[in-house]
């Protein structure tokens, strides 16, 4: 059911697509640069049913096919010429929290779309993703839409075992591969204060520019490398080390915010390890809780403000809902 071979098979309507979130544990922003980058997939999931309608609406919402970008760009690539559909997108993803909801979203209805279509390989699935999330953003890397295609444990450019697919853009390529999970439990935290992806990516392009930015480039690059090379020999306090280390850096290209050191430092001392996660600017934060101090780990973040999510990689990446109206 799961394995990443498995295509989306050809599927009459009415249908339902289904995916994971994603935490980005190593490596946001510079992957954009071409940088490795380590995320997994979350058990917290969008999915998204798809009907013939009388017209194009979202949640009943008959502007949509106008105005919700990701809508509207997944429409116009993935449905071009097809008959009217009616979609209804259900998430227990919180939006805006770099948690990965507008890729789920397009992930799971480009699934829709696909099988109502004859079907859809995985690795097209994982490119039409992104190009649809890239094509309403603007901006980004398919770091989040293949993830939350794959499921489980992903490098982008980065080491790794098995080599699942390349993703082509207009700038570079990128090459995903997957990770084995360590079997931890991860801890993350919504900060609740909202940001733009697109404006954080632009701001970090810009630092990025700066003399010292391919310094600075080489150092993300360096950090996510330990890291990935740490979490593949189950090394918890090395992985923890790499994440203190990546959000210096990520304060250094001006993306953590006040509220997300507050975060930070309430998790201390709970926490092997922590750092902002996604584009930052607000959004959330990540936790390696020190073993047996998760719930602690949790009762402190709610506390500072935070809300607080025990995250379990979720195996299974995007898949069709076999009982839609179930
Ligand atoms: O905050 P999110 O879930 O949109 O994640 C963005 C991750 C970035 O690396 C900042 C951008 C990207 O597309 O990889």
Redesign the pocket.
Known sequence: MNAIEDAIPSTPLPLAGRAPG?C?VF??????HGAP?LVFAIDLYTQVGVRSGPRFSLNADPHAAEEHPYFRTALARRWPGGEPLEVRSTSRIPRG???????AFCSALVAALGAARGGIDRPALAQASYDVEKGA?G??????TSTVVAGGFITINGGGGERLWSIHGSERDWEVRRVDDPGWIWVVAHSGIPRS?GD??RE?GVRLAKPDGPELLAEFARVATAGIRALEAGDRKAVAESMVWNQELLRTVGVSHPRLEALLEAARPAAEGAKL????AG?SIVVLPREGQEVDLVRRLARAGGLPFVVRPSVQGTALVTEPDS
């Open positions: 994603k980005i490596g946001e922003h510079a992957v954009v980058e929290a770099g948690l990965g909801s507008s890729a953003q901006v980004g890397s398919p770091g989040d992806t954080a990516v970090v996660t996604g584009a930052g959004g």
